[in-house]
């Protein structure tokens, strides 16, 4: 059963930080392109920062210099840094898992900034 859960979502200040975590069952992360998006209300959803299996990194130009996405292989799990965050980060992020086939999604963790 392929499954993605987020976790460390949070409340935080303008300027603060978040760490989001990303575990994976049912398959191995380390083999695929994997991903955080974000939708904030009346918004499209939109990527955020995304990770090959090759380790390249790409992101979102508003996030660039202040999130950053790694993996942990023997963890299973996909993390997002986020530093220097603004009440504009403020959104549902979710995991995202890309395959050849199609792709899967966390439940999203609420990510809260305030001014």
């Known amino acids: 059963q392929v499954q993605l859960v987020e976790s460390g979502g949070g409340s935080v200040q303008t300027g603060g930080s978040l760490s989001l975590s990303c575990k994976a069952s049912g398959f191995f992360v380390g083999r695929f392109t994997m991903g955080w998006y974000r939708q904030a209300p009346g918004k499209q959803r939109e990527a955020v920062a995304t990770i090959t299996s090759a380790d390249t990194t790409n992101y979102v130009d508003f996030v660039k210099g202040r999130f950053t996405i790694s993996r942990d292989n023997a963890k299973n799990t996909v993390y997002l840094q986020m530093n220097s965050l603004k009440p504009d980060d403020t959104a549902v992020y979710y995991c995202?898992?890309?395959?050849?086939?199609?792709?899967?999604w966390g439940q999203g963790t609420q990510v809260t900034v305030s001014s």
């Open positions: 995202n898992a890309r395959f050849i086939t199609g792709q899967t």
